[in-house]
C-alpha cells in the first residue's frame, strides 16, 4: 500500500508536469504559427518593396534602366534571399542575378534549402513575375525566385531557438517547482495524519494526557486534530470517573461492611449480648447498604439510559406541591415548617426526572436542616427559564465546598454523620438531569444560616 504522503506528492506532481508540458506544447505551437504568419506576411512586403524599388529605376525620357541602382537592388535582394530577373518591355534580360554571381546564388539558395528543411518545412523554391509601371505604363517585368511560402534566415532562427530554450527552461523550472510544491503540499497533509493515527493509537493504550497541537493551517485538519483532542479529553474524563467511582463504592461499602461484620463477630462469639438495641444497630448498617445500592443503581440506570428525556409541557408549581406531599411525612417528624410560593409555570420537561431532582433537593432541606427549621419553595420564571428556589435555614454548606456538593460521592465533613448523611450521590444526580434539560443549577449558603438550591430550566432548548 502506497502512503498517503507518496500518492499525493506523486498525484500533484504527475498534474503540474501534465500542465507545464501542454502549456509548453500549445505555446510552442501557436508562437510558431504566429511567427510563419509574420514571416510570409514579411515576404510579401519585402518582393512588393523590390518591385516598387526597381519600377523606380527606368529612365522613362532615356528609355533605359539605371543599371547601377538595379544592381544594387538586386544583389541587396540576393543576400536577403530574392533571386532576382528584370526584363525590359521587350522582354530582354536587363539584369540577372544568376549571371551576375552564379555561385552566391547558388550558394545562399542551398543554404536556405538546408535550413528550411532541417526545420521540416516543405516549401521549396517558388518564381513570381511581377509588372514594372511607371505612371500607368508598362516599363517591363521582374522575376523574383524564393523559398516559398516562406523562408528564414539566421537572425530568425537564432529568434525562434532563443525562444524555444526560454519555454524549455521555464518548463525545466515548473517541473522542479511542482516537486517542491507536490513533495511540501502532501507533507503538509499527510503529516497531521499521520500524527492523527499515531495519537488515536495513544489514545487506544490509556494514554489521554497527548495533546493535539493545531496549527496546520488547514482548517479541516484543525478540526481533526481539535477533534481528537476532545475525544481524549472524553475518555480520560470518563475513565478517571469510572475509576473514581469503583474506588468511591468500595470506600463506601467497607465501613458499613466493617462496622456490621465486627458487630455480629462480637455477638457470635458472645462478647455481646444481642440485645434489641444492637440489633438495630445492625439493621442500620444493613439499610444504609440498602440505600447505597439503591443510589448507585439510580446513577446506574440514569447513565445507560443517557438521559433520554420524555418531555411534556409541565407545570413547575404543581410538581412542586406533588413531590412536596409526599415528603410531608418526614417533614412533622421533624417538626419543621413548610411553605410554598409563586404561580404555575409551564416548561417542556421530563416529568418523572424533574421530579426527582425535587426529591432530592427537598430530601436535603429536610435532612440537613435542624428540627424545628422551616424550609420553603419558590417557583417563579424569567423571560427564558422556569425557576424552583428551595431555600432552608438549616446547617448550611461552608462556602469552599460549594463547588464540590454536586460532585458524586461528595459530603461535606459536618453530614457525614451517617445518621443523616446519604452516599453524596442526589446532588450528582439533580445536576446531570437539569443539564440534560439544557439548564443550571447553583447552590448558595451563608454558613449556620441555611442554604439555598436554584434549578433553572429553560422554556425552549434546541436539539438534545
Ligand atoms: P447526600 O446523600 O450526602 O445528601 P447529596 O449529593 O445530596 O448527598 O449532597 C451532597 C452534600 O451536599 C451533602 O453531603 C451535604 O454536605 C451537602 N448538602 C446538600 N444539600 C444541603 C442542604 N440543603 N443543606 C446543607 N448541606 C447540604
Request: proline share 2%; aromatic share 8%.
Amino acid at each position: 500500500m502506497n502512503s498517503l504522503k507518496k500518492q499525493l506528492s506523486l498525484s500533484i506532481f504527475l498534474v503540474l508536469l501534465l500542465t507545464v508540458f501542454l502549456i509548453g506544447i500549445l505555446s510552442n505551437w501557436f508562437i510558431n504559427r504566429e511567427f510563419e504568419k509574420y514571416m510570409t506576411q514579411l515576404g510579401i512586403e519585402r518582393r512588393e518593396n523590390v518591385v516598387e524599388e526597381l519600377s523606380h529605376q527606368y529612365d522613362s525620357l532615356k528609355r533605359n534602366w539605371k543599371l547601377d541602382y538595379v544592381h544594387a537592388i538586386g544583389m541587396n535582394a540576393l543576400y536577403d534571399g530574392y533571386i532576382i530577373k528584370l526584363y525590359d518591355i521587350g522582354g530582354n534580360m536587363v539584369w540577372d542575378a544568376e549571371n551576375h554571381d552564379m555561385s552566391l546564388c547558388g550558394q545562399i539558395m542551398d543554404e536556405i534549402s538546408v535550413r528550411m528543411e532541417e526545420r521540416g518545412s516543405k516549401g521549396g523554391f517558388v518564381d513570381n513575375t511581377y509588372e514594372l509601371t511607371q505612371n500607368g505604363k508598362k516599363t517591363g517585368s521582374v522575376s523574383i525566385k524564393y523559398y516559398g511560402p516562406f523562408f528564414m534566415n539566421e537572425a530568425d532562427f537564432d529568434f525562434i531557438n532563443v525562444m524555444n530554450k526560454v519555454l524549455i527552461f521555464i518548463g525545466v523550472l515548473s517541473g522542479i517547482c511542482s516537486v517542491a510544491v507536490g513533495c511540501l503540499l502532501a507533507r503538509r497533509i499527510s503529516r497531521p495524519v499521520t500524527k492523527t493515527a499515531y495519537i488515536a493509537k495513544q489514545i487506544s493504550e490509556g494514554n489521554y494526557n497527548i495533546r493535539f497541537e493545531p496549527g496546520t493551517r488547514i482548517k479541516e485538519l484543525d478540526d481533526l486534530a481539535a477533534a481528537i483532542n476532545q475525544l481524549s479529553d472524553a475518555l480520560g474524563k470518563q475513565e478517571n470517573l469510572r475509576r473514581r467511582l469503583t474506588a468511591d463504592v468500595a470506600h463506601e461499602l467497607r465501613t458499613p461492611l466493617t462496622s456490621l461484620s465486627s458487630h455480629l463477630e462480637a455477638m457470635m462469639e458472645g462478647l455481646w449480648d444481642p440485645t434489641p438495641e444492637r440489633l438495630y444497630s445492625c439493621f442500620e448498617e444493613v439499610k444504609r447498604l440498602g440505600t447505597l445500592v439503591a443510589d448507585l443503581e439510580q446513577l446506574a440506570r440514569m447513565e445507560s439510559e443517557n438521559l433520554t428525556l420524555k418531555k411534556s409541557r409541565i407545570d413547575l408549581f404543581s410538581l412542586v406541591k406533588v413531590v412536596s406531599e409526599t415528603m410531608n411525612g418526614e417533614i412533622k417528624k421533624k417538626n419543621q415548617s413548610f411553605q410554598m410560593e409563586g404561580k404555575p409555570v409551564f416548561v417542556e420537561a421530563d416529568k418523572d426526572r424533574i421530579s426527582q431532582v425535587l426529591a432530592n433537593l427537598l430530601s436535603n432541606a429536610v435532612k440537613y436542616t435542624p428540627e424545628g427549621g422551616s424550609i420553603k419553595v419558590l417557583v417563579s420564571e424569567t423571560s427564558k427559564y422556569g425557576i424552583i428556589k428551595v431555600t432552608d435555614n438549616g446547617i448550611g454548606i461552608p462556602e469552599r465546598e460549594l463547588p464540590l456538593i454536586f460532585e458524586r460521592f461528595y459530603r461535606s465533613d459536618k453530614s457525614r454523620d451517617r445518621r443523616t448523611g446519604g452516599a453524596g450521590i442526589g446532588l450528582a444526580i439533580v445536576k446531570s438531569i437539569v443539564e440534560a434539560h439544557g439548564g443550571t443549577v447553583t447552590a448558595e449558603s451563608s454558613k449556620e444560616e441555611g442554604s439555598c438550591f436554584t434549578v433553572s430550566i429553560p422554556f425552549s432548548q434546541g436539539f438534545q
